[in-house]
């Protein structure tokens, strides 16, 4: 669920892989695999409990679908959901679940607001503007919700007033905290309506004081009268700006607008399912289209003779590179641009590609990526998806192209939600 705005799937919060809109509730947030057999989970493992008393705004918030679901339940669900779309295009292989579906996000976004004479943050209710407080939930990364209570805390004392959309007054919006689920570092983002931030250097003193285990704080200045979480602008207040986690062996660097799996133990699993029907030999040239910051062309570099990356978003691009340079991989290279348009170039110069891998938003791909993807006549493309109705559409337009569908997995990297990531192998006819 682990790339170009968070709902554009690639380029971050402005439009990376899946940017968040503020009038949406938290991407699952609130809500918001190796080759083994097809089992949902390992045996012993049993979630059958009813869970919708575990969170007491379950009904309100909508984020978590099937809160109230056994989640072996789920999974048959999601397993249905991906034959019934794909059966037609390449057979489905067992869905495959997660150990423990709880805590798993590590990335989270709370909207704060004025209710009653105090501040209050959470998620937007679905379809308005209305907040819904949340202090804990069961698929956000703890210690991210507890930073975001603390803030809450935190403000009246320094006087910060929170803003009102309708009077365009005030200064925090939104706070989004990321926390690298192998390293464990943690960036907290402050998104303010304007630069002008009194008494910052004591309100970050404070907050670290509080959680010294936050290794760097960003404000990012989001003016704008639109649903955009983020703005364009801003400034490290302390630390190097930035969080590193690991993934498939590799560091990677993050920003505040990357786009970085929000699921890493199941991010693991897919990737792994990826490069394994990808079928590398040491060899290949591999393009990653929408590549984001990199995380599935530079676990692929190992095995492949080079990987090509293209990403529309600059930033994403600039940590690409970073983390290249980061995991000393030297058969990389990486590409601002329109993935279709790169790869139509591509083809027009006699240039070929034996493997290409996608992992386009949530809206899929496009026809004219499509046309130059076949143009190029890669022997196996590999598509990852977290949208299967859009993954149906396209591989018809791919076997109009001659490739076809060999076979699907389906990955749950958004358990309690009605969300499920898929993979699937096309090899040219």
Known sequence: ?????????????????????????RSGGKAQAEKRPAQPLPAGKKHTEKKSSLCPVFRVCGGCQY??????QQLRMKQK???????????????????????YRNKVHAVF???????????????????????VCRIEDQKADAIIRTIRELLPSFKIRTYNEDTEYGLLRHVLVRRGFATGEIMVVLVTASPVFPSKNNFVRALRERHPEITTIVQNINGRGTSMVLGDREQVLWGRGYIEDRLCGCTFRISSRSFYQVNPVQTEKLYTKALELAELTGT???????????????AASAKAGQVIGVELNPEAVRD????ARRNRISNIRF????????MADMAAEGQTADVVILDPPRSGSTQEFIRSAAAMGP???????????????DLEWFEKRGYRGKEAWGLDLFPWTEHCECVVKLERR
């Open 1 to 25: 669920m682990v790339r170009t705005g968070e709902d554009r799937k690639k380029q971050g919060e402005n439009g990376g892989r899946r940017p968040k809109a503020a009038g949406q509730r």
């Open 67 to 72: 809160l109230d679901m056994p989640y072996e």
């Open 81 to 103: 959901k991906l034959e019934t779309l794909l059966n037609k295009h390449c057979p489905v292989r067992g869905i495959i679940g997660m150990e423990t579906p709880f805590y």
């Open 113 to 135: 607001g004025w209710k009653k004479g105090q501040v209050i943050s959470g998620v937007y209710k679905e379809g308005t503007h209305e907040i819904v407080p949340v202090d």
């Open 284 to 298: 290949e040239t591999v393009l990653d289209a929408y590549c984001g910051i990199g995380t599935i062309g530079i």
């Open 320 to 323: 690409a590179v970073a983390n």
């Open 335 to 342: 590409y601002q641009g329109d993935a279709g348009a790169f």
């Open 379 to 393: 022997k196996r493309i590999v598509y990852i998806s977290c949208c299967p109705e859009t993954l149906a559409r």
